[in-house]
Nanobody, 124 residues
Framework: QVQLVESGGGLVQAGGSLRLSCAAS????????MGWFRQAPGKEREFVAA????????IYADSVKGRFTISRDNAKNTVYLQMNSLKPEDTAVYYC?????????????????WGQGTQVTVSS
């Protein structure tokens, strides 16, 4: 099991940027695919981005493509989500998730460990 702790959320104006971090514990982190999801009030949790164990392969939701970048530093056991050109509709609680080691996925059931979430609020 991987333990995950997100940080970096906050309040930002539309057009601004934030970088989320997800610190992971566990020796298996470097071999695990990682993802970011978000959940707005009254809505289901939705996929944002994911990358494989090496960081060489990434996938993004259409709504964030070209604005968000997912990356990882295996030496630091950390995965990042750089968010640029933020919009009010990006407002949500953002969750980091660890995959099950069976490839890149985009749905919550395919991720075995979750962080507690960090709030991102974008004002118009």
């Amino acid at each position: 099991q991987v333990q995950l702790v997100e940080s970096g959320g906050g309040l930002v104006q539309a057009g601004g940027s934030l970088r989320l971090s997800c610190a992971a514990s566990g020796r298996t982190f470097r071999w695990i695919d990682m993802g970011w999801f978000r959940q707005a009030p009254g809505k289901e949790r939705e996929f944002v981005a994911a990358l494989n164990w090496s960081g060489a392969n990434t996938i993004y939701a259409d709504s964030v493509k070209g604005r968000f970048t997912i990356s990882r530093d295996n030496a630091k056991n950390t995965v990042y989500l750089q968010m640029n050109s933020l919009k009010p509709e990006d407002t949500a609680v953002y969750y980091c998730a660890a995959g099950r080691g069976d490839g890149l996925h985009t749905t919550p059931p395919d991720f075995g460990s979750w962080g507690q979430g960090t709030q991102v609020t974008v004002s118009s």
